[in-house]
């Protein structure tokens, strides 16, 4: 079981976010670094038997579209997937731009759709149930 614990929690580990985001920068293709995803996203810790990696959302800057991000350390693809899962289902439409195999692969079974595939860009659509807005 994968848990989530968010940035303004007591018993996030800042450090080990930091620490896993550094080895993985290049991957992330990164322009904020680690201290301006952290202030500008909804961040999480991923825990299953200790810390395995990160996920946050946060809003474009052209089209106030919510993109999901993340690390995570090898060999847990099942772990992603579920804390995928878990991140997205607090919001009603999430997109992702990745030009990496490994996470479309855990993003489409996480529920995720090409949007554009020129463009490497997928997006998850959570149901709205009948009745809400």
């Known amino acids: ?3 989530l ?3 303004d929690s007591p018993f996030f580990e800042r450090q080990k976010a930091k620490e896993l985001f550094e080895a993985n920068r290049e991957n992330l293709d990164d322009e904020n670094g680690f201290e301006g995803i952290l202030a500008n996203s909804r ?3 991923v825990y299953q038997h200790g810390y395995i ?3 946050f959302v946060y809003q474009g800057a052209d089209d106030n579209r919510n993109y999901l991000g993340g690390y995570m350390l090898r060999k847990h693809h099942k772990e992603a997937v579920e804390a995928i899962k878990q991140i997205c289902s607090l919001f009603d439409e999430v997109y992702a731009h990745t030009r990496h195999v490994n996470a479309v692969i855990a993003l ?3 529920g995720f759709k090409w949007y554009d ?3 490497k860009l997928l997006v998850k659509k959570n149901k709205i149930k009948k009745g809400e807005k």
């Open 1 to 3: 079981m994968v848990v």
């Open 53 to 55: 990696g990160s996920g």
């Open 117 to 119: 595939r020129n463009k």
């Open 108 to 110: 489409k079974r996480a």
């Open 5 to 7: 614990i968010e940035k």
């Open 43 to 45: 961040f999480f810790n």
